[in-house]
């Protein structure tokens, strides 16, 4: 990584914490969820900037702690677009920049529904090193992450990515299925993937007062995602898949926690990933970007 | 890796500045003390509302502390768009109006419900059923007569 980039990633830190600190708080009312979506999107205008983290383990290599920072913006109450930047350690190896990413969700349906679907298209642009684990497709397993980060960097990998996230909300719980199609631009085939999640919120009522242990501040969840194989043999031989608790609090301050241990459920899974994540909204961005731009007022 | 660099540094940049920006005093919410007009035309997605919806009852109606609570979930996911006292902001309506309080409590949870998307209000199917509620209550309640002198009164 270059000292110019790396002068770049500690400038998108640093405006991260300030902005943390500076502007209005606005709660959030964030899923569980690191791998699954549901149908919720951005609140047009707001910014949430977020950094995840993964610790995993691997047999017969080295642990490694990958991360992405995340910056979703909410475009329109029905388009949200997202931009991250990956990266990760590998113990005994080396730290790498492993690339970027760039997703769109589109909401289908302007009501809300039994069943509420959300169109989902992402652009990767990413070295073979990257292991954040964001989602599991085709035939990705345990092993695939032995290679040294010097030999995988070599690797260089543009890749559309198209999921349909079918999500609906009852009784308080969310149920969200995702299922995934994506397609490597050199000539690979097109692999395939789902995620599935549920949570509720600790209490469905709010109480009274500004409270931050307060029940309604906590979600609780779980997900489990993995891959189906691809175009060539779809299913499930030859793939991974993970179950993973999670916890999201959404506190006072604007701030959202998230914490996940995730258990692989085959020998082709890590046999454990723990995650975890960060994040805050940033309410009323865009207004502020016009107001940079001399636009409307 | 060049061009990612530096378009990366833009965003920095970019970023920075419009932080810096939304400190000023000028940015946010339209003053409390004078409501905005606004198209009655946005008003009448209130009229939408299935009649089923429309007709349902809050059940949190007879809750003292649902109008409490309810401003309180206002301030966090409302105020932004409708301004700090619900006179409307420069996204959101003034919630005062008479179209608004003249409306059902059910017609009001079915938009925080559905949303009016295409207008740029999100759905808040997101918030538990509960508090959509709750909201109701508060938003209702502003509409209500003073309370007197002493008493607890809901403020967001």
């Not at chain 1, 970007?289 to 001399?294: A, D, I, P, Q």
């Not at chain 2, 949190?60 to 619900?86: K, M, S, T, V």
């Not at chain 2, 509409?143 to 002198?149: D, Q, R």
Request: proline share 6%; charged share 20%; glycine share 8%.
């Amino acid at each position: 990584m270059t000292s110019f980039l790396r002068l770049v990633l500690l400038g998108f830190f640093l405006v991260f914490v300030f902005s943390a600190f500076c502007t209005p708080p606005a709660l959030a009312q964030e899923n569980p969820y690191i791998v699954a979506y549901d149908h919720y999107l951005e609140e047009p205008g707001n910014l949430e900037i977020e950094y995840f983290s993964t610790l995993g383990t691997q047999r017969g290599g080295h642990n490694f702690h990958a991360f992405w920072a995340e910056f979703e913006y909410g475009a329109t109450a029905w388009w949200t677009t997202e931009f991250y930047l990956d990266g990760q350690t590998t113990f005994n190896d080396s730290t790498v920049f492993t690339g970027f990413r760039w997703e769109n969700r589109v909401r289908l349906l302007q009501r809300e529904h039994f069943i509420n679907p959300v169109f989902y298209v992402e652009y990767e642009n990413k070295s073979g090193a990257d292991k954040v684990l964001k989602e599991v497709e085709g035939h990705d397993v345990e092993s695939d992450f032995l290679v040294s980060n010097a030999q995988a960097r070599k690797d260089h990998i543009h890749e559309i990515e198209l999921k349909l996230i079918l999500s609906s909300t009852f009784k308080g719980w969310n149920f969200t299925e995702n299922t995934l199609a994506a397609k490597n631009l050199s000539n690979s085939p097109w692999e395939f993937g789902y995620a599935l999640g549920a949570s509720r919120p600790l209490a469905l009522k709010a109480a009274a007062k500004r409270c931050t242990l307060c029940p309604q501040n906590f979600v609780a969840g779980v997900e489990m995602y993995g891959g189906l194989g691809d175009w060539h043999s779809f299913g499930l031989h030859g793939t991974s898949h993970y179950l993973a608790p999670a916890l999201a609090w959404n506190l006072r301050s604007g701030w959202t926690l998230r914490i996940s241990p995730g258990f692989g459920l085959n020998d082709n899974s890590h046999p454990f990933l723990m995650r975890w994540g960060v994040s805050r909204e940033i309410t009323g961005f865009g207004s502020m970007v016009s107001r940079l731009l001399g636009g409307r007022k | 890796m060049k061009a990612v660099a530096a378009a990366l540094a833009t965003c920095t940049l970019f970023l920075a500045v419009s932080v810096v920006l939304a400190q000023s005093p000028s940015s946010g919410k339209a003053p409390a003390a004078a409501a905005q007009e606004y198209d009655p035309a946005i008003y009448a997605e209130l009229q939408k509302a299935p009649e089923k919806a429309r007709l349902r009852a809050n059940p949190l109606r007879n809750d003292p502390h649902a109008a409490a609570a309810g401003a309180i979930l206002f301030e966090q996911h409302c105020a932004e768009c409708h301004g700090d006292a619900a006179r409307g902001g420069k996204k959101g309506p003034n919630l005062r109006a008479a179209e608004v309080q003249a409306a059902t409590p059910g017609a009001i949870f079915w938009i925080l419900t559905n949303g009016v998307v295409r207008k740029g209000m999100p759905v808040w199917s997101k918030l538990p059923e509960p508090q959509r509620w709750q909201l109701v209550r508060y938003i209702k309640s502003l509409g209500e007569p003073a309370p007197a002198e002493g008493s607890p009164a809901p403020k967001p």
